[in-house]
């Protein structure tokens, strides 16, 4: 019985506020996100996908650019369309590039929070979770239109 008591604290480790307690790696993120849509914005050509390119088959993230693109036009269906969790990688791009911007007792004080939001919820574990799931699922059982879309 000590066995599933034991994976529960794996489950709600803060893994969000250990991304926002390293600052630069939060403008890195920031920036990196900031000028891939840009690219994409204006039909340039941004980074290929590394999975994709390595094994010949779309990753979880497949699509994300295009939606979050689409979603940053006000086109939510066609972003939704193009992958299910474009509101969520957006909401997590803006906190953890905002938070790296943040004076330091604002930021602590909001990776504190943070990270007892992860440890009463266990939310970021459970998105990941689903990510995978969701992925799973394209990739299983709507493969063609699944990688028809990330062309």
Do not use: K
Not at 79 to 98: C, E, M, R, Y
Request: with cysteine; aromatic share 6%.
């Amino acid at each position: 019985m000590n066995r599933p008591a034991a994976a529960l604290p794996r489950l709600t480790t803060p893994v969000l506020a250990q991304v926002l307690e390293r600052r630069v790696m939060g403008l890195v993120i920031g920036a990196a996100a900031l000028v891939h849509l840009v690219l994409m914005r204006f039909d340039l050509p941004a980074w290929p996908c590394v999975v994709r390119s390595a094994v010949g088959i779309p990753c979880p993230g497949c699509g994300l650019s295009r939606a979050l693109t689409a979603l940053l036009h006000g086109q939510w269906r066609d972003a939704l369309h193009l992958h299910a969790f474009a509101p969520v990688i957006l909401g997590g791009l803006v906190l953890i590039s905002g938070m790296a911007l943040l004076p330091e007792a604002a930021r602590r004080r909001g990776i504190e929070a943070v990270a007892r939001f992860e440890r009463r919820t266990g939310l970021t574990a459970l998105l990941l979770v689903t990510l995978v799931g969701y992925w799973l699922t394209r990739l299983l059982f709507f493969r063609t239109a699944f990688i028809d879309s990330t062309r």
